[in-house]
């Protein structure tokens, strides 16, 4: 109630002085209107008078003169009228003068005979005139004076009216002020915090809202937005601790983005940590005429991200959103996530070229199809890789100088695209802690050695103070793989390489997804409905559903997997009609040729084999080209009977482990190549080798006829192998690995490995 009463007042008396401040500006101007009107007035009937008036007083003609005044004395608000001769005796005057005004009348005519015709306002016995004297003068030669005298009391009269209409007005106003105020103050102020009271009344109480209040006020929405923030961060404190007593409770260690923070404060507690990416973990575009943000979908930002608000860290990478130059400060530089910022971004800026020979060219048509081993010949351009070796040069410079005048840096370098990176930065800070993590596959010694600069990678990659993997085979096939290329030390009890005095860790670090579980109380469909919701959308009747998530890419096993749904049809018809599989493939590079025609080919073996079994409202296979938020593929995840993944080479494969973390109603089958890391964890998926297309077939068949409890017994023990070994442990055993590392007089020292 105080503040509603200060509130008005304050408006009320804010208002009123800048209504009296105008008000008085007004009445002040319309008073200095009418008093020049009527000086004007005057001043024309002194002028008609000033020819008749002339020659009687140079005869002294008192009669004539006399005669000539009163004519005019009838004049409307005229006074009175003096006549003066040239010895300022008065020669006529007309009727009702005071002596007072008489007195006024010879003072006024002193002031005109010396500076020519003068004016006064004047207040004389509770009337308000003008007083006006007028020179009569033949050739410069002064022969007398005229005094005009005009009642100004109206004017006075005007005066009072308008500030007393002023303050009638005023009286309104405030009055309307305050009951605006009270209502705006009722709906828009005392109502959202009332709600938004109520809302965070019934969070202390353990009572979890299903939504927080509107932010329906204007005024409120950005107090409105931080409190909304500020209690889903309560939630989420509250699940995490709820989530770590029941942990703690059944002997359990799983690990959580909170407990990656622990765990990264206490191993690095006086270390600033710089990860370096391609993609970057926040892209701002352009929506017509605003600027949006996007969040592209990456398991890399859900592992780092803990850790990197942890220690308010900072990622580098590439800026490749057209906004993105437009939201950054002078520095290249902005702090993030928007809503809640905790860490920095900084953003590095390639041309066209650059990215065109970095990225597309010696990246991804030469070290992508070469560590991948999917039977596309590699290409290696020398301007791709001088373009490559530029584009390290500008990352490792953005990286030196975002670390200047830090000691103690710990540098995380993420993927293939920076091979070179470790020993650009490792070469001028050797006080910094490196890792890089390759998270493709690393090929055989015989298959990498075609590569033109593979000695020069290698060194580049030698750098780091740590090189992790996927899996052990790589690891193996990398350290093979120096010892092929290189002059080095190579302990293979420790999995160490000792290169110039440098000693490099090789570990592997097996990567995967966060398993959010779904609140106990939320309303679930099962996955009968939201399968046949599913087909109804895409125009498929069906009853039993597979599904493919992938980018179109050469080395997911696209077109053997088709080849196995074509085999599968044609071994078990009496599924024709039945099943239906549902591949999303997300366009992928498409800048590069093979990419382009890959995504022709996958679309003609679809059509060509859903020529072949189609009927009605049937079709074997629904592809879906374009991509798909995870919001958007979950549900298929959640729907379908099985889930395959065919890679032909991979080096994780995080969609085996999506497909997991997404059934919590324990069901569905898995469906997975043998030549992908995720098959070295999942041993109770389907292993297949995806170039055997009988193969293929029968393990289709196998997981639509399989046992009910057999299908969720392997289900369970997948679903807890992905939650014990989620991406945030994986990011703490990086972090964990890098922390032991000692760093004395610029060389990484390796102690017996824990």
């Given at each position: 109630m105080r503040l509603t009463v200060r509130l008005i007042v304050s408006l009320a008396a804010g208002v009123v002085f800048l209504a009296l401040l105008f008000s008085y500006l007004q009445v002040r101007g319309q008073m200095q209107g009418m008093r020049g009107d009527l000086v004007?007035?005057?001043?024309?009937?002194?002028?008609?008078?000033?020819d008749v008036l002339e020659p009687m007083v140079e005869r002294h003609a008192q009669r004539d003169a006399q005669r000539a005044i009163d004519r005019f004395s009838t004049r409307e608000r005229l006074a009175g009228l003096v006549v003066f001769d040239d010895q300022s005796q008065v020669l006529a005057v007309t009727s009702g003068l005071t002596p007072t005004l008489m007195r006024k009348a010879e003072s006024i005519t002193q002031r005109g005979n010396a500076a020519g015709d003068y004016s006064e306002f004047y207040d004389s016995d509770d009337t308000y005139l003008l007083v006006y004297g007028h020179r009569l003068s033949r050739e410069s030669q002064m022969m007398g004076a005229l005094s005009v005298f005009y009642d100004a009391g109206y004017i006075e009269q005007q005066r009072n009216r308008l500030w007393e209409g002023t303050f009638m007005r005023l009286l309104g106003l405030v009055a309307t002020i305050a009951v605006i105020t009270l209502m705006i103050i009722r709906w828009s102020i005392i109502g959202p915090?009332?709600?938004?009271?109520?809302?965070?009344?019934?969070?202390?109480?353990?009572?979890?809202?299903?939504?927080?209040?509107?932010?329906?006020?204007?005024?409120?929405?950005?107090?409105?937005?931080?409190?909304?923030?500020?209690?889903?961060s309560l939630e989420t404190a509250r699940a995490v601790a709820e989530e770590e007593a029941r942990l703690r409770d059944a002997a359990e260690s799983i690990w959580t983005a909170e407990r990656l923070r622990a765990h990264v404060r206490s191993k690095m507690p006086n270390s600033p940590l710089f990860v370096v990416s391609n993609?970057?973990?926040?892209?701002?575009?352009?929506?017509?005429?605003?600027?949006?943000?996007?969040?592209?979908?990456?398991?890399?930002?859900?592992?780092?991200?803990?850790?990197?608000?942890?220690?308010d860290g900072e990622w580098i990478a590439h800026g490749a959103g057209d906004g993105d130059q437009e939201t950054v400060d002078q520095h290249d530089?902005?702090?993030?996530?928007?809503?809640?910022?905790?860490?920095?971004?900084?953003?590095?800026?390639?041309?066209?070229?650059?990215?065109?020979?970095?990225?597309?060219?010696?990246?991804?048509?030469?070290?992508?199809?070469?560590?991948?081993?999917?039977?596309?010949?590699?290409?290696?351009?020398?301007?791709?890789?001088?373009?490559?070796?530029?584009?390290?040069?500008?990352?490792?410079?953005?990286?030196?100088?975002?670390?200047?005048?830090?000691?103690?840096?710990?540098?995380?370098?993420?993927?293939?695209?920076?091979?070179?990176?470790?020993?650009?930065?490792?070469?001028?800070?050797?006080?910094?802690r490196v890792a890089i993590f390759w998270h493709i596959p690393w090929p055989n010694a015989e298959a990498f050695g075609i590569c033109p600069w593979q000695k020069e990678l290698l060194d580049g990659l030698l750098g780091a103070d740590l090189v992790g993997f996927h899996v052990q085979a790589h690891c193996n096939n990398f350290l093979e793989t120096v010892d092929r290329a290189l002059e080095s030390q190579i302990d293979w009890e420790r999995f160490t390489v000792k290169r110039g005095g440098h000693v490099t860790r090789v570990r592997p670090f097996p990567i995967s997804v966060a398993v959010n579980e779904r609140p106990a109380d939320e309303p679930r469909e099962n996955s009968y409905e939201l399968r046949g919701k599913l087909l109804k959308n895409l125009g498929i009747e069906a009853n039993f559903m597979g599904i493919g998530v992938d980018r179109a890419d050469y080395t997911k096993g696209l077109l053997e997997r088709f080849r196995g749904v074509e085999r599968f049809f044609e071994k078990f018809p009496a599924y024709v009609g039945r099943f239906t599989f549902v591949q999303i493939a997300s366009p992928s590079r498409m800048q590069i040729k093979r990419y382009h025609d890959m995504l022709d080919d996958v679309t003609h073996e679809a059509e060509r084999i859903n020529s072949k079994f189609q009927d009605g409202n049937w079709k074997p296979i629904a592809l879906l080209t374009r991509h798909h938020a995870h919001a958007e593929i979950e549900p298929y995840y959640r729907a379908a009977d099985l889930c395959m993944v065919t890679s032909l080479h991979d080096g994780?494969?995080?969609?085996?482990?999506?497909?997991?973390?997404?059934?919590?109603?324990?069901?569905?089958?898995?469906?997975?190549?043998?030549?992908?890391?995720?098959?070295?964890?999942?041993?109770?998926?389907?292993?297949?080798?995806?170039?055997d297309t009988e193969q293929l077939a029968e393990a289709i068949h196998l997981a639509l006829e399989m046992d009910p409890e057999n299908r969720h017994v392997r289900m369970q023990h997948m679903r807890r192998e992905v939650k014990e070994h989620n991406v945030f442990r994986w990011a703490g055993n990086l972090i964990g690995e890098l922390a032991e590392i000692r760093v004395e007089n610029g060389a990484a020292a390796v102690g017996q490995p824990s």
């Open positions: 004007k007035r005057a001043a024309a009937v002194a002028g008609g008078l000033d915090i009332a709600r938004t009271a109520d809302w965070l009344r019934q969070l202390r109480a353990g009572k979890v809202p299903k939504a927080p209040p509107p932010a329906d006020a204007t005024l409120l929405q950005p107090l409105a937005r931080e409190v909304t923030h500020l209690v889903r993609r970057e973990p926040y892209m701002h575009v352009h929506r017509g005429k605003d600027i949006e943000m996007l969040v592209p979908a990456s398991g890399l930002v859900t592992a780092l991200e803990p850790i990197l608000r942890a220690c530089r902005l702090r993030v996530p928007p809503d809640h910022p905790e860490y920095t971004l900084r953003r590095v800026w390639l041309t066209k070229e650059e990215e065109d020979g970095y990225y597309y060219g010696f990246s991804n048509e030469g070290l992508w199809p070469l560590c991948h081993i999917a039977h596309t010949r590699p290409v290696f351009r020398a301007t791709d890789w001088s373009a490559y070796q530029e584009a390290n040069q500008k990352f490792a410079h953005a990286v030196l100088e975002e670390m200047t005048g830090t000691s103690n840096p710990v540098v995380l370098v993420q993927d293939y695209h920076f091979a070179l990176l470790p020993h650009l930065v490792k070469e001028l800070r050797p006080d910094a994780m494969n995080l969609v085996a482990k999506e497909f997991i973390a997404a059934r919590d109603d324990e069901a569905g089958v898995l469906i997975l190549s043998q030549f992908t890391g995720a098959s070295y964890e999942l041993r109770d998926a389907l292993i297949v080798n995806p170039y």
